[in-house]
């Protein structure tokens, strides 16, 4: 049975009580339609890879640069799920209504997704990929210069080191290819952290702006307040003033209670 299928076949063990509010089955549905993408993209990988010499077939690159992104998408969608499944642990009594056989269908559905991510993850570079691009290498650059002149057993065997090497060589550099563009990856997404981060700031630098002219609006209509209050009872006393405010609102406040009790 194919692995989209498995997902179907568990998350349909899970208890039927779906709610469209409940968080957990917006990322379950969204995660299992993500699994039945990386099905077929892991198949079309494969059947490049397999199919295909690699040294010379950039299609390969493309399909796997395709795949990385779809499962940097469902790890994403996979930690939203977690959560959901981490919050009810945390909290039980808040989720009652979710029983614990449910609950434990969640876990259970939960892990199940993390083992297969990690097995599709594992099988775009397993030794099996790797042996066929080395080897596509290695008879592109055995196309390219042929036996390199060589005649007896000894100089033949040169050739053939020399052959590996270079197609050892050409495989670290694809690999650090890779690398950079992951890296590369990281730092958009990291400058599109920071571009938000940013309009953040500004949003948050305006509302302190505003609370503090607000404050500052508040306090001169208080210095006026207790301005004419000095005037109406011959005091200046700040002391005096402000016993006689917080005692009118004391007052006002039994009154509220008195009134509504």
Partial sequence: MSETGNLLELSEGITMMNNSQDPFYLFKDELV?????????????????????????????ASKK??????????????????????????RAQFQHIDDAEFESR????????NKLLEVKSSTNNSNIKNK?????????????????????????N?????????N??????????????LDSAVDRVGMMAENINVELGVQNKMLDELETDLDEAEEKMGL???????????????QLW???????????????????
């Fill in 33 to 61: 339609s993500k699994f039945a993408t990386i099905e077929s993209s892991i198949t079309a990988y494969h059947s490049i890879v397999n199919n295909t010499n690699t040294a010379t077939n950039n299609d390969w690159k």
């Fill in 66 to 91: 395709q795949l990385k992104k779809i499962l940097k998408s469902a790890e994403d969608t996979l930690k939203d799920l977690q959560t959901t499944v981490r919050l009810v642990e945390n909290d």
């Fill in 107 to 114: 876990k259970n559905f939960v892990g199940e997704l993390s």
């Fill in 133 to 157: 691009l080395i080897e596509d290498e290695k008879k592109h650059t055995a196309s390219q210069y042929g036996n390199m002149g060589a005649s007896t057993a000894y100089e033949k065997e």
């Fill in 159 to 167: 050739t053939d080191f020399v052959v590996d090497n270079h197609a």
């Fill in 169 to 182: 060589a050409q495989m670290m550099m694809r690999q650090q290819d890779e690398t950079l563009e992951d």
């Fill in 225 to 239: 307040v207790m301005g004419k209050l000095g005037k109406l009872l011959k005091t200046k006393n700040g002391c």
């Fill in 243 to 261: 016993t006689i405010v917080s005692l009118c609102l004391v007052l006002v406040f039994l009154f509220a209670l008195v009134l509504y009790t």
